[in-house]
């Protein structure tokens, strides 16, 4: 079992910057860590992956050049760095884990283990 404590979120304005961090509170290994994000009144959807060796990452086109994942696997930390926000970012954002194998990085029902979620709320 994987807990995943997420952090980070708050109100910031268009042109802006977060920093949201998940926190994985046991050692168990896993394979590959990812953000989702649910905006209001739609499905949760993937925004960046990163696998385990911390080379490899993935994002949504809606967030290529503006955000980065990056992983510690010696605090068993993952970080999105969130830049030049815009407003249509604003949703709850989900830290999520999957301890073995797979290529389909953007597939939610995928992941095994998800954090509580923690809002992101940009204005313009």
């Known amino acids: 079992q994987v807990h995943l404590v997420e952090s980070g979120g708050g109100l910031v304005q268009a042109g802006g910057s977060l920093r949201l961090s998940c926190a994985a509170t046991t050692g168990t290994f896993t394979y590959a860590m990812g953000w989702f994000r649910q905006p209001p009144g739609k499905e949760r959807e993937f925004v960046a992956a990163?696998?385990?060796?911390?080379?490899?990452?993935y994002y949504a086109d809606s967030v290529k050049g503006r955000f980065t994942i990056s992983r510690d696997n010696a605090v068993n930390t993952v970080t999105l760095q969130m830049d030049s926000l815009k407003p249509e970012d604003t949703a709850v954002y989900y830290c999520?884990?999957?301890?073995?194998?797979?290529?389909?990085?953007?597939?939610?029902?995928?992941?095994?283990?998800w954090g509580q979620g923690t809002q992101v709320t940009v204005s313009s």
């Open positions: 999520a884990a999957r301890s073995i194998y797979f290529d389909l990085y953007y597939e939610r029902n995928l992941y095994e283990f």
């Open positions: 990163i696998v385990w060796s911390g080379d490899i990452s």
